[in-house]
């Protein structure tokens, strides 16, 4: 089992910036990519962003491409989302989830992934 906390949600004005963190603990061991996906009001969850363990490759969503940066820091089994010029769309419960597969390119596609956490929200006030 792997245990995710995220982090860092809260009320932000367009433009501003966040940072998310989500700590993995449990079986991190087995975990070889982690994302970010975020679920607004009414709609379906989306990927946001997702990074392997190892190699740290990257993979992003075209709405946050530019604005957002996800990295890790192996050490403390955390990832994070850096989230820049935010915008009132970008609103939403965001979720990390972490993938137990052998992954070479970090995962974007919900199915792909094992554990999710609990979600923060991230509210842009326009």
């Known amino acids: 089992q792997v245990q995710l906390v995220e982090s860092g949600g809260g009320l932000v004005q367009t433009g501003g910036s966040l940072r998310l963190s989500c700590a993995a603990s449990?079986?991190?061991?087995?975990?070889?990519?982690m994302g970010w996906f975020r679920q607004a009001p009414g709609k379906e969850r989306e990927f946001v962003a997702s990074?392997?363990?190892?190699?740290?490759?990257?993979s992003y969503s075209d709405s946050v491409k530019g604005r957002f940066t996800v990295s890790r820091d192996n050490g403390k089994n955390t990832v994070y989302l850096q989230m820049n010029r935010l915008k009132p769309e970008d609103t939403a419960v965001y979720y990390c989830?972490?993938?137990?597969?052998?992954?070479?390119?970090?995962?974007?596609?919900?199915?792909?992934?094992?554990?999710w956490g609990q979600g923060t929200q991230v509210t842009v006030s326009s």
């Open positions: 989830a972490a993938d137990t597969t052998v992954a070479y390119f970090p995962p974007t596609r919900e199915y792909e992934y094992d554990y």
């Open positions: 449990g079986r991190t061991a087995s975990t070889h990519a």
């Open positions: 990074i392997t363990w190892g190699g740290g490759g990257t």
